[in-house]
């Protein structure tokens, strides 16, 4: 897998398994489970644990053995965190709990009536830690993506689990997305998005990231830089078996150029990175070719 394709993977067959594991067996025997589902996937999934491989060897120059195990647990790590996204929408959420470093941070954005944005990565679990603060900062987070879910799939879990508690913004070609941002950050409500993946033929700006060159979506530090609302870097890292560690940075406020914000955001993506290289998911080239 050269690029990102914009597509979330997955078959309809092992969504049902796991919903039905975890409503009638619970987390632990789900977990159980992903040990061999995903060493199937760490054995047979040839493209992209050679991406990860790669990014583990020639970026972070970690060693072939390590290199190995870690994409090994990069795997069932991934698992964990698509089964804890759907124990969370079947409202079996007591067994976990979280850590928030600088959760003032977001406090104050809710407290200053602004809205805010929230940009983050295809790193951790954000949808199942933005779970965990439901109600507790902001009653509304919406997010912002392409809705290009396998659509069988989307069904599914829409209809067993009555889908995401999250507002969705999907991206659109005639822009109407900008205005339900627009209105979303009137409202005072917080806006997510996720400003690590580019789609072939949209626009991109071509950042330093690891000491190598690389092409990020334009879009999210456009919007972040148009709008007079706050924005702050989000990440949220699965700690524990059932336990997360969120965090936010300082918040960005006043105009600010999108280039900017875009090297702010990936000097924090850096960090986060090398604090849990098992949780990177992104599997194919990140690099510019």
Do not use: C
């Not at 987390?27 to 060493?39: C, D, H, K, M, P």
């Not at 005072?188 to 979506?217: M, Q, T």
């Amino acid at each position: 897998m050269n690029r990102w394709d914009g597509k979330t993977k997955g078959s309809l067959t092992g969504y049902k398994i796991f919903l039905f594991f975890i409503n009638s067996l619970g987390l632990g025997f789900a977990y159980r489970l992903l040990q061999i589902v995903t060493y199937y996937y760490y054995l047979f999934a040839a493209k992209p644990k050679k991406a990860l491989l790669d990014f583990y060897q020639d970026t972070l120059h970690i060693s072939g053995s390590d290199a190995r195990k870690l994409a090994r647990k990069n795997f069932y790590i991934f698992g964990q965190t698509l089964v804890d996204r759907a124990a969370f929408l079947l409202g079996k959420d007591e067994k976990f709990s979280h850590t928030f470093q600088n959760e003032q941070y977001l406090v104050d954005i809710r407290d200053g009536g602004k809205g805010g944005i929230l940009l983050s990565a295809h790193l951790g679990n954000w949808e199942t830690a933005g779970n965990l603060l439901k109600g507790r900062i902001t009653p509304t987070i919406n997010i912002v993506m392409l809705d290009a879910e396998v659509e069988n799939i989307k069904k599914y879990m829409d209809l067993s689990t009555g889908g995401s508690r999250f507002k969705v913004i999907a991206i659109k070609n005639d822009l109407s997305h900008i205005i339900s941002i627009r209105n979303a950050l009137i409202n005072n409500e917080f806006v997510a998005i996720h400003s690590d993946r580019y789609l072939e033929g949209s626009k991109f700006i071509e950042l330093d990231f690891f000491g190598k060159k690389a092409k990020f979506p334009y879009g999210p530090f456009v919007i972040a830089s148009k709008f007079d609302a706050p924005v702050t870097f989000v990440f949220a890292a699965k700690d524990g078996k059932y336990s997360y560690h969120l965090s936010a940075t300082l918040p960005v406020t006043g105009r600010i150029k999108p280039e900017e914000i875009a090297r702010q955001y990936v000097a924090e993506l850096e960090r986060k990175v090398r604090e849990y290289p098992e949780q990177w998911f992104n599997y194919f080239n990140f690099f510019s070719e």
